[in-house]
């Protein structure tokens, strides 16, 4: 079974530009979050979609956006982009079995922003 | 204070020692918790996942989750070398969405020297 991927894996932005970063679930699994990961503040939970719908979301600006789509895919973008939004952007995905949710990750997108 | 603490480390053994590892937390709302397994500049991998009280064993790693100290453990046996990465714990809550936003710990980088 294939796991969670991601792309790109690296990039590298201007200071005011926009990114969008993508990301296909495991087969099967309906939810799709996303979180920043940098060496000051850790993993730090961005947002979480479920058919289509955000149910969650972190204390992120409003910069931060995300969307999932029919097939469960997900996309995240980063607009009007700083130096601090440096960082692995990891999306991880998961299912509610029978003996509880377990959520797997992707290998990331590095973004540097320069 | 932080919704999880984590020692960041860093952690040094010799090949065949026991590794404890260890989170405290505040949210009494936790429910679930897990420990992810991140070697550098890759995704956090699930090792092992918990729900409520108790231990859990799989293979040379051992989880305890005490709630009325909210504590959790990991317990490593037998380490060797490819052990060394970042353990990260991690926890959410028990109902409905918010089962899909982790809080992490900032992550204890272990080395096991051969």
């Known amino acids: 079974k294939a796991g969670v991927t991601q792309t790109p894996r690296y990039l590298i932005k201007t200071r005011g530009q926009q990114v969008t970063l993508s990301c296909s679930p495991i087969?099967?699994?309906?939810?799709v979050s996303w979180y920043q990961q940098t060496p000051g503040q850790g993993l730090q939970f961005l947002f979480e979609y479920f058919s289509e719908t955000q149910r969650n979301k972190g204390n992120f600006p409003g910069r931060f956006s995300g969307r999932q789509f029919s097939n469960s895919r997900s996309e995240m973008n980063v607009s009007t982009l700083e130096l601090g939004d440096s960082a692995l952007y990891l999306c991880a995905s998961s299912h509610l079995g029978s003996s509880g949710n377990t959520i797997y990750f992707g290998e990331g997108s590095w973004l540097t922003v320069v | 204070q932080k919704e999880v603490e984590q020692d960041p480390g860093p952690l040094s053994v010799p090949e065949g020692a026991i590794v404890s590892l260890n989170c405290t937390y505040s949210?009494?709302?936790?429910?679930?918790f897990m420990w992810y397994r991140q070697y550098s500049r890759k995704g956090p991998e699930l090792l092992m996942y918990?729900?409520?009280?108790g231990n859990k064993e799989d293979g040379r790693f051992t989880a305890q989750v005490d709630k009325s100290s909210k504590y959790i453990s990991l317990f490593i046996r037998d380490s060797q070398p490819s052990d060394s990465a970042t353990y990260l714990c991690?926890?959410?809550?028990?109902?409905?969405?918010?089962?899909?936003?982790?809080?992490f710990g900032k992550g204890t980088l272990l080395t096991v020297n051969p």
């Open positions: 949210n009494s709302a936790f429910q679930y």
């Open positions: 918990t729900y409520s009280s």
């Open positions: 991690a926890m959410s809550a028990g109902s409905g969405g918010s089962n899909y936003k982790l809080t």
């Open positions: 087969s099967g699994h309906r939810s």
